[in-house]
């Protein structure tokens, strides 16, 4: 594709429900990052995957928060139990994963989060 | 860890007039990427520019350049020439180039009006 997608593009749901979160990254991008945005702060650093495996899970709040990227490509952002305090805008990024750290990170347009 | 710190929360500037948000990181580390990213209402990140540490030139991309001073830990965006499209938030971000991780850690943004 043109660019990083995520769907859907706004979410709401009620305290305790479960929510999935989707990113499909640009074509042929190995590496795929997920950050979370709240109101008035930058995004914060949650999961890499380089190809099907989170390389750095370190950002990951606690175990409600799950990602999986099983093909390497698409990844999900799972959230159980979701509290009010996880109300945010999601953002994905994919970079093309050469090593170095030389790859610029190209996000989406994320998904706003609310939880009533 | 790292840290990256903007420590103004909002500037306004006229149309073609030049202006420069500031930014201040703290790392031990010796070679790193260090990055500026434009947020407008739409949430996209974009990147605006980007400089490796390694790099003595200060880079620059059309209109936007920085200033980026290693040993005081200091990379400043200026736009020259600026044009009502550039009002969004800026946000500056670190990244480090070893232990297999590469996300990015980002400053709380400078929000950037553009007056007519």
């Known amino acids: 594709g043109a660019g990083v997608s995520q769907t859907p593009s706004n979410k709401v749901t009620e305290k305790g429900k479960y929510v999935e979160l989707r990113c499909d990254p640009i074509?042929?991008?190995?590496?795929l990052y997920w950050y979370r945005q709240s109101l008035g702060q930058g995004p914060e650093f949650l999961i890499y995957?380089?190809?099907?495996?989170?390389?750095?899970d370190s950002g990951l709040p606690n175990d409600r928060f799950f990602a999986v990227r099983p093909e390497g490509s698409v990844s999900t952002l799972k959230i159980q139990r979701t509290e009010r305090g996880d109300s945010a805008v999601y953002l994905c990024?994919?970079?093309?994963?050469?090593?170095?750290?030389?790859?610029?990170?190209?996000f989406g347009p994320g998904t706003r989060l609310t939880v009533l | 860890a790292q840290t990256v710190t903007q420590s103004q929360p909002e500037m306004s500037v006229q149309e073609a007039e030049t202006v420069t948000l500031s930014c201040t990181y703290d790392?031990?580390?010796?070679?790193?990427?260090l990055f500026w990213y434009k947020q407008p209402p739409s949430r996209q990140m974009i990147l605006v520019i980007r400089?490796?540490?390694?790099?003595?030139q200060n880079a620059t991309e059309n209109r936007f350049s920085v200033n980026f001073q290693k040993a005081a830990k200091s990379f400043s965006l200026k736009i020259s020439d600026s044009q009502l499209g550039d009002t969004a938030m800026y946000f500056c971000?670190?990244?480090?180039?070893?232990?297999?991780?590469?996300?990015?850690?980002f400053g709380k943004g400078t929000k950037l009006t553009v007056n007519p």
């Open positions: 990024a994919s970079s093309a994963g050469t090593s170095g750290g030389t790859d610029t990170q190209y």
């Open positions: 074509s042929g991008h190995t590496a």
């Open positions: 995957f380089q190809g099907t495996g989170a390389a750095d």
């Open positions: 790392t031990s580390e010796s070679n790193y990427y």
């Open positions: 400089q490796e540490a390694y790099k003595q």
């Open positions: 971000a670190f990244m480090r180039t070893q232990g297999g991780s590469e996300k990015l850690v």
